[in-house]
């Protein structure tokens, strides 16, 4: 009887040479591949056309448009679709992506995904889950693959319900096992590199060792969490180095013919200047145009043109670029809103100039041309394609549908029958194992990698940092762990918190004594004795000012770096008022305007506007600048809706009052909260409000509610003593910007204070648990800081894109490279 053994694409050639090498009875297939084998042996017949299930996504889209109200406002952008992509993959699945959606929204998924299946039925494509769900059906009518009496899963991870299902009735009267990689002990260095170039040559340096020291290729392997970043540094190192490696499938817009396609429906659509041209006439990059070097240099000083026949004015005395323009203009001319066949028919005319010998010819260099040709025939099956679809599509989407074609199209490296050095993905690990595995990149934000949440459903993939850990461990008995000291801009990266930390005197190879930098933390729990002793002494005699309370609350990290370490931020200079400038000024001018009108009477609305216009003039002024436009209308608007509430009642008392009142109680001690309120505005009978003027975007009600500010919090315990000769109502943002209030406010005053009733207006009983709520979250907050508890855990991504100290943690910023 035979084993089957169902693995990962990466791994099935490595697991078949092992059985192979092992002589037992057993067979390696991947779950697709199972599938198609069910269903042959079933005599069942079905389509595969990836193109054709990507155009069918855009049409579903298209035919349903019009019935289109919730997702109707998205419809325009390209990532909506990539967003359907990944909701219909998960539908078909077997998932309930149903229950994650917004009720509005579910109807309209719903008829959708009906009507993408609808197409591919018409076209009689089946999809890969279909395929998955025909080979069940198989399944069910009776015992197939006879010869199989046991089955083993190895380094699939977790399954989908579909994949669940399809192997549950596969298994019936077999034995089912899952095979977990074991290596006993490995070793395992951790290798700093000062930059991610230097951390590739010493990968190559020690991978070129080993291959002449006779170790088998196929032992060796390199991983990065993300191997796209890392490409462009391997490639040239590992072609110096003749490191023999499988170098990965590239995709159909990467290509010369991909590129210059996109750059020639871009160009037209945006107007022809410089840079489209200079991108579609680039040797070995854009179109085959044989410029000379003197037809080249005229386009570099060239000024910055717009418009054929501006371009033709210009250019149009040379040769060869009076081909170029009469090749761009005739093809320019055709794209217009028109049924999708026609551009199908426009591309295989495009096509038919671009022969791939205009590039490079077989006897020049073979392996170009023959990539070349490859991008060719991908294309001209896309021009096929897209003729069986009727429906009219304007040229700015058929662009986005080409993108995201050729993106999806994998054009294959040439094959190789030799052992190869793999290069992979973290995540692609734990189905074989590797006697030397080298992996780079393990930094804070990269390892594991970052991912952004789904826009419909909210929710982000879980990435089981100790899980893809152990399955690296366990791929190999001797691991070198690298991660550079910087990125490629020079911005200092902090190790990946799963890396093993090297006690002092310990060696390792490749590594200094200072591998573990004051920055590293690890698990985020500070354990320097010495330090955290004298934090408690500093914030105990000292306390904590507001501002440090929120900045631990946005992120813990980052009040670790200014306060504890207190680094000093890098600041470009520059002659620019920054939004920090701006706020300042704003803050500036509202005091100056107010400190004239405590007392007597409120000026009139337009002599308030004059007033407050004079003094932004002159703020600016005195910085050597002006106020913009747009400014000025603003804080009129401002301004004027702030006077007439004035009138109602409440009215400025208190400018920038300091309060050091705040006392937190701890298991260590209590501490004391100071800060500074920008206004406090009082009513005649004594109740008043506390502001804090904002010039960005405030917090949500439900995040105040919560406790995740903390200024307003502070200022709501504060007020418990502040004036004591009268009675807090509430403690609120006051965005500049559309004179709006955010805020928590006492029930009894709302109408005086002219705010609409909501779930942050609140009852006598309910503003006192609010306060003790408060209390109580600024004491956790206090007591983490005096524990050490200082994790990566940023509150929002938005915090994360304006942290002076980004560059060190990395935690947010990894997605868009080092």
């Not at 791929?475 to 890396?499: F, Q």
């Not at 729990?525 to 501002?547: F, N, P």
Request: proline share 6%; charged share 25%.
């Amino acid at each position: 009887m035979t084993t089957l053994y169902i693995v990962p694409s990466t791994h099935l050639r490595q697991v078949r040479r092992r059985l192979s090498r092992e002589a037992h009875p057993a067979q390696a297939v991947t779950l697709g591949g199972l599938a198609a084998q069910i269903l042959k042996e079933g005599l069942v017949s079905y389509r595969e056309d990836r193109i054709l299930e990507e155009v069918a996504l855009w049409q579903s889209v298209e035919d349903a448009k019009g019935s289109l109200k919730f997702f109707a406002p998205i419809v325009p952008f390209t990532g909506f679709i990539q967003e359907l992509k990944w909701l219909f993959s998960r539908l078909d699945y077997g998932e309930d992506i149903f229950a994650l959606m917004p009720e509005q929204g579910r109807a309209e998924l719903e008829l959708l995904h009906n009507r993408y299946h609808g197409i591919l039925a018409e076209c009689g494509v089946v999809n890969a889950p279909g395929r998955i769900r025909m080979a069940l059906r198989v399944l069910e009518k009776g015992r197939v693959l006879s010869e199989v009496s046991t089955i083993r899963l190895q380094g699939l991870g977790e399954l989908r319900p579909l994949e669940q299902d399809f192997l549950h009735a596969l298994a019936a009267g077999r034995t089912l096992e899952v095979v977990e990689l074991q290596t006993q002990e490995p070793t395992v260095e951790v290798i700093k590199a000062p930059d991610p170039t230097s951390e590739v040559e010493l990968i190559g340096a020690s991978l070129r060792h080993q291959i002449e020291a006779g170790a088998a290729l196929e032992k060796l392997a390199v991983a990065f969490p993300n191997p796209a970043q890392y490409l462009p540094m391997v490639i040239p190192v590992f072609e110096r180095m003749q490191i023999p490696w499988q170098t990965p499938a590239g995709t159909l817009r990467n290509t010369p013919v991909g590129k210059a396609l996109l750059t020639l429906i871009a160009g037209e659509l945006g107007g022809w200047d410089k840079h489209h041209l200079e991108l579609l006439t680039a040797p070995g990059w854009g179109f085959p145009f044989a410029l000379t070097g003197e037809e080249h240099r005229l386009l570099r000083l060239a000024p910055p043109l717009k418009g054929l026949p501006a371009w033709r004015s210009y250019l149009g005395t040379k040769d060869g670029w009076v081909q170029v323009l009469d090749i761009l203009g005739g093809l320019g001319a055709e794209l217009i809103t028109r049924p999708l066949r026609e551009y199908g028919a426009w591309l295989e005319r495009l096509l038919e100039k671009l022969d791939p010998e205009l590039w490079v010819k077989p006897q020049d260099n073979l392996e170009v041309w023959a990539e070349l040709v490859k991008a060719w025939d991908s294309l001209y099956a896309i021009a096929g394609n897209l003729g069986s679809f009727h429906w009219t599509i304007s040229p700015e989407r058929f662009l986005q549908l080409l993108q995201e074609l050729l993106d999806s199209y994998q054009i294959r490296a040439k094959r190789e029958f030799a052992e190869r050095v793999q290069v992979l993905g973290i995540e692609q690990l734990g189905a074989h194992t590797y006697e030397h595995l080298y992996v780079g990149g393990l930094v804070e934000g990269q390892f594991p990698p970052h991912r952004t949440a789904h826009w419909l459903t909210k929710t982000a993939a879980v990435l089981k940092r100790d899980e893809l850990y152990r399955r690296l461990i366990s791929s190999a008995p001797h691991l070198y762990l690298h991660y550079p000291e910087v990125d490629r801009e020079g911005k200092l990266n902090l190790p990946a918190t799963i890396l093993p930390k090297v006690e002092d005197g310990e060696r390792t190879a490749g590594l200094d004594p200072s591998h573990h930098p004051s920055l590293f933390l690890g698990d985020g729990r500070l354990r320097d004795a010495e330090l955290l002793s004298q934090i408690k002494e500093r914030v105990l005699q000292g306390g904590l000012t507001v501002s440090q309370l929120n900045s631990y609350a946005s992120c813990p990290y980052r009040f670790f770096c200014d306060y504890v370490l207190a680094l000093e931020v890098l600041e470009e200079e520059s002659l620019e008022l920054d939004a920090r400038d701006k706020g300042i000024i704003i803050h500036n001018v509202l005091r100056d305007f107010w400190t004239s009108h405590l007392t007597g009477p409120l000026p009139a609305v337009e002599e308030a506007q004059a007033q407050v216009e004079g003094l932004l003039i002159q703020a600016y002024l005195e910085r050597g600048s002006e106020p913009p436009a747009a400014l000025i209308r603003s804080m009129r608007a401002f301004i004027r809706q702030d006077v007439k509430r004035a009138e109602s009642g409440f009215r400025p008392a208190y400018l920038e009052q300091v309060f050091q009142n705040v006392v937190i109680p701890t298991d260590f001690g209590s501490v004391s909260v100071r800060g500074r309120i920008d206004r406090i505005d009082q009513h005649p009978d004594g109740a008043y409000v506390l502001y804090d003027y904002k010039t960005g975007t405030p917090p949500t009600i439900a995040h105040l509610l919560e406790g995740r500010d903390v200024q307003i919090a502070a200022y709501l315990l504060a007020s418990e003593t502040l004036l004591p000769q009268g009675r807090n109502v509430g403690a609120a943002y006051y965005m500049v910007s559309g004179s709006a209030r955010r805020g928590v406010f006492h029930a009894d005053y709302h109408k005086q204070l002219c705010v609409r009733k909501g779930k942050n207006i609140l009852a006598a009983e309910e503003f006192a648990q609010q306060q003790d709520k408060f209390r109580e979250i600024l004491a956790e907050l206090v007591t983490s800081i005096l524990e050490g508890a200082f994790p990566i855990e940023p509150a929002s991504t938005s915090i994360c894109r304006y942290c002076p100290f980004q560059g060190i943690c990395r935690k947010e910023v990894g997605m868009s490279g080092f």
